[in-house]
């Protein structure tokens, strides 16, 4: 199977984003998903979990949070956990781009944390399936990378975990990402963007 040049988009079940800004967790409900997030094999989107919850929480209405390199959905679980917090009002969307191949060095990335893939695998079905107990709507976008197009809300967090994208997904997402932010801690009414990880940016706008 070649790299894909073409777009499949669909969603996840789940709350409606009206509806998703009024869903409280109770204790044991938390901490299982919580436990679930954590058990996803990551390529550093469990590390950076506290980030990506903070400015899911944060993230004003109307806008979309993109996340280019979901991999297996470790990060995309710490952003779901984070919109299930949110208590500002507004409909909020979570996309996700990615390629959903599996490749050699993932084989043994992923068996490290018990989950078993193949080589070539198309990995977004696993992934949807992880991710269904968030009850967070999502829509994937597959695909090759380099060929990603946006045309939804205003990008308000923009969260790119795919190396080779990096700089280039600036120049593709580039008429609705947030403002040049300085850097600095996140926190409400604060701008981040920095490479918080050798292989991560996170960058938001101001709350």
Wanted: glycine fraction near 10%; proline fraction near 7%.
């Amino acid at each position: 199977m070649g790299t894909r040049s073409w777009w499949v988009q669909n969603s996840s079940r789940g709350r409606t984003p009206s509806r998703l800004t009024r869903v409280k967790m109770n204790s044991g409900q938390a901490v299982h998903l919580y436990e679930l997030a954590n058990r996803i094999p990551s390529m550093g989107g469990t590390k950076i979990g506290p980030v990506l919850r903070q400015v899911a929480r944060d993230v004003p209405g109307g806008t979309s949070i993109v996340e280019v390199g979901c991999w297996l959905g470790a990060g995309t679980a710490q952003l779901a956990l984070g919109l299930r917090e949110r208590e500002r009002e507004g409909r909020v969307s979570l996309h996700c781009f990615d390629r959903w191949q599996a490749q050699p060095v993932e084989i043994a990335k992923a068996a490290k944390k018990g989950v078993s893939i193949s080589v070539l695998e198309n990995t977004l079905p696993r992934v949807q399936r992880t991710l269904e107990p968030f009850e967070v709507p999502i829509q994937f976008h597959q695909g090759d990378l380099m060929h990603a197009r946006w045309e939804g809300s205003p990008i308000s967090v923009y969260v790119c975990s795919a190396p080779e994208f990096l700089d280039s997904g600036l120049t593709v997402f580039a008429s609705t990402l947030p403002r040049p932010a300085r850097r600095g801690r996140v926190g409400p009414g604060r701008d981040f963007d920095s490479r918080i990880s050798p292989a991560s940016t996170v960058r938001c706008m101001s709350a």
